[in-house]
């Protein structure tokens, strides 16, 4: 029997990664988790190991024997990184090329980057910035060193795990605490939601398929919403007791229909089947936000 492979997950305490490290556990992958907060998801057969992706000489430590590793580290808040462009590099950019100075003499299989559809668009701000240069630097290691990667850019993620770096969990924390939906722009905006749990399975299925090495994978939902659609279905679910306000009519940075930009760089899209109801998936997160406010 071969030996069981060894993934490293950066970020791995986060609301994607600690999706991603159970989805690993659940098919049998030794699964270490490098962050610098310890996972409250963390389970009896994972390793959690304190690491800060600024620190070269713990991004050494943690690597060493690793099969494969991730990286879902980011300044993932469009907002956040749109008003702080100097920790928004730091991270996304150079905590990225870090791991990949590491990875690059450690025998590491593949590099799996959690990039986004902003990395493809001329909206995004600095955060796209980041994202877009961190797939180019990866591209550039695997030409010179030979390090082999998958770049997944997610869309609209949501999940009971996530946190105010997620625009769901922002509108549903608000909507519970305040009895109000907020939003920018006409709310005629489209998007693809998928639910965190979907996306990491096929976050997985990309290891065992050599044909997803040194590609571009877009990773979206099925369901494609206007935000005013998804207000109303949030409203409903809440029995329509909220109010919908729009604070302002410009949604600075985020994109109207599409993110893509024209590239050269093209890429395959994945989509879940089957995947979790969209109505069913913010029913759960609005039930595990409500036990957080009664907490």
């Given at each position: ?45 994972q390793e959690f190991q304190t690491v800060d992706i600024l620190d070269m000489n713990s991004i050494k430590n943690v690597i060493n024997g690793a099969d494969i590793v991730y990286n879902f580290v ?65 591209e550039e290691y695997y030409k010179r060193y030979g390090l082999k990667y998958t770049v997944i850019r997610y869309g609209s993620l949501y999940g009971e795990r996530a946190s105010h770096n997620n ?39 990309i290891l065992e398929d050599e044909s997803y090495e040194n590609e571009h994978i877009i990773l979206t939902g099925t369901e494609r919403l206007k935000r005013i659609e998804l207000l109303t279905m ?62």
């Open positions: 029997m071969p030996n069981r492979k060894k993934v490293v997950i950066f970020g791995g305490s986060g609301f994607l990664g600690s999706y991603v490290a159970d989805e690993l556990s659940r098919r049998n992958y030794d699964v270490v988790i490098a962050d610098i907060h310890k996972s409250k998801y963390l389970q009896v057969n980011a300044i993932a808040n469009l907002d956040d990184a749109i008003h702080d462009p100097i920790n928004t590099m730091n991270i996304n950019v150079m905590g990225n090329l870090n791991i990949l100075e590491v990875c690059k003499t450690r025998k590491v299989e593949r590099f799996v980057y959690a990039s986004s559809a902003y990395a493809l668009s001329n909206e995004g701000s600095f955060y796209g910035i980041s994202k877009q240069t961190s797939e180019k630097l990866m625009y769901i969990y922002n509108l549903l924390y608000d909507a519970l605490k305040n009895g109000e939906l907020h939003y920018k722009g006409d709310g005629q905006d489209l998007r693809e939601y998928i639910h965190a749990a979907d996306a990491a399975k096929l976050s997985v299925d949030i409203n409903e679910i809440m029995q329509n007791k909220l109010e919908l306000k729009q604070i302002t009519d410009n949604n600075m940075g985020h994109y109207k229909i599409t993110p893509y930009s024209y590239h050269p760089t093209v890429a395959k899209k994945l989509v879940a089947n089957p995947y979790i109801d969209l109505g069913q998936g913010l029913l759960e997160c609005i039930q595990v936000i409500h036990e957080e406010l009664e907490a």
